[in-house]
T-cell receptor, first 111, second 113 residues
Framework: GQQLNQSPQSMFIQEGEDVSMNCTSS?????WLWYKQEPGEGPVLLIA?????ELTSNGRLTAQFGITRKDSFLNISASIPSDVGIYFC???????????FGQGTRLTINP | NAGVTQTPKFQVLKTGQSMTLQCAQD?????MYWYRQDPGMGLRLIYY???????DKGEVPNGYNVSRLNKREFSLRLESAAPSQTSVYFC????????????FGNGTRLTVT
């Protein structure tokens, strides 16, 4: 089945640094989604991307839908302590009922 | 809006016991999903229901059954719990049509001893 390779698996950064993570696949996706999960909670949608080449921002977060439709990245600028959590990418193939998830990137921030 | 509500939040079972995890959504979504999350394994799909009256297996269905009770509710049953089913379980829903995202509940943390 389809797989998403998400990297890095974990990041340890200083407060104020920028963060970048990405997902790649051998399959073409029609939608890319980025979620954040905080301890004890379910994943929450951050950004949805629906068009190849699309660049979308949500505050300090910016995500892009790769032009080949096989990859996506998420950037966080000027990280703050509340950015701590696990970030997941997910892809949807045209007509599919199921989403494919990456393995997650665990972000830890040192104040 | 409550969104997706899961009960219970925590549960401890002994091997061989049975239980049902409940999920309800108030967003009028057609599709509902059950995932499990284990350390280092990400989210794995157990079962899903594309619409009321239908259910389908996901990646890891063995040891589970589901019931789509109505449009709002989708339950997950463990008939004979095993330690390998210790996990955090998430219910999610989405509108069908287009490429709508999943909306998740806050999870049920299950421990099987």
């Amino acid at each position: 089945g389809q797989q998403l390779n998400q990297s890095p698996q974990s990041m340890f950064i200083q407060e104020g640094e920028d963060v970048s993570m990405n997902c790649t696949s051998s399959s073409i996706f029609n939608t890319w989604l980025w979620y954040k999960q905080e301890p004890g909670e379910g994943p929450v949608l951050l950004i949805a991307l629906y068009k190849a080449g699309e660049l979308t921002s949500n505050g300090r977060l910016t995500a892009q839908f790769g032009i080949t439709r096989k990859d996506s990245f998420l950037n966080i600028s000027a990280s703050i302590p509340s950015d701590v959590g696990i970030y997941f990418c997910a892809g949807i193939i045209q007509g599919a009922q199921k989403l494919v998830f990456g393995q997650g990137t665990r972000l830890t921030i040192n104040p | 809006n409550a969104g997706v509500t899961q009960t219970p939040k925590f549960q401890v079972l002994k091997t061989g016991q049975s239980m049902t995890l409940q999920c309800a959504q108030d967003m009028n979504h057609n599709s509902m999903y059950w995932y499990r999350q284990d350390p280092g394994m990400g989210l794995r799909l157990i079962y899903y229901s594309a619409s009321e009256g239908t259910t389908d297996k996901g990646e890891v269905p063995n040891g589970y059954n589901v019931s789509r009770l109505n449009k709002r509710e989708f339950s997950l049953r463990l008939e004979s719990a095993a330690p390998s089913q210790t996990s955090v379980y998430f219910c999610a829903s989405r509108a069908t049509g287009g490429y709508s995202p999943l909306h998740f509940g806050n999870g049920t943390r299950l421990t099987v001893t």
